[in-house]
């Protein structure tokens, strides 16, 4: 599906974003494709290690299929929100525009809340002896640092979204 959609039929890297649940089904069908074809590790192809299929530990965290690059990566909020009992992906096509010079995806934040920092400050203030006012009674504080991002896919209609029935 998503090669009907890119510009080209070759040299697409394609993202699958997925749950716990796909990522355990993509290695062990993958594994079983090699047990069961006995294939010599340069018919399945890796950019990890010099185009040959990461096999073992790590399992497989991209695939070259037809002249495109699938990379997978396991998202555990993805798991948290769709469940782990059916596979789950957000599948993105982040190869790189031919005819501007931005990049599929990008990181925004909202314009002075990319990074906030507050003080918890317990009894004793800041400095651990100081008098004031104080929102806890503990003696002692912590630094909360936060702030707003968010990513953006430029050409949403190059993704698709993968679901176990």
């Known amino acids: 599906m998503l090669n009907e959609k890119a510009d080209d039929p070759t040299g697409n ?26 294939t010599d590790g340069t018919y399945l192809w890796s950019m990890k290690a ?20 699938i990379v997978f990566k396991v998202d555990r909020a993805l798991t948290l929100e ?10 993105l096509d982040v190869t790189g525009n031919k005819t501007e010079s931005r990049p ?7 314009k002075g809340a990319d990074i906030v920092t507050n003080k918890y400050i317990g009894v004793g ?32 209609y190059k993704a698709a979204e993968l679901r176990e029935i």
């Open 125 to 156: 203030g800041e400095n651990g002896i100081s008098s004031g006012v104080v929102s806890s009674p503990v003696a002692g504080g912590k630094r909360i640092v936060w702030g707003y991002s968010s990513i953006a896919l430029f050409n949403p």
């Open 13 to 38: 890297v394609y993202i699958f974003l997925c749950n716990e649940k796909l990522w355990t089904d993509v290695n062990n069908v993958l594994g079983n494709y090699l047990a069961q074809y006995h």
């Open 82 to 91: 769709y469940g782990s009992e059916k596979g789950f992906a957000l599948c």
């Open 50 to 69: 010099n185009d040959y299929v990461s096999v073992g530990a790590k399992g497989f965290d991209s695939y070259n299929y037809a002249g495109n690059t």
């Open 104 to 110: 599929p995806m990008a990181m925004f934040s909202l």
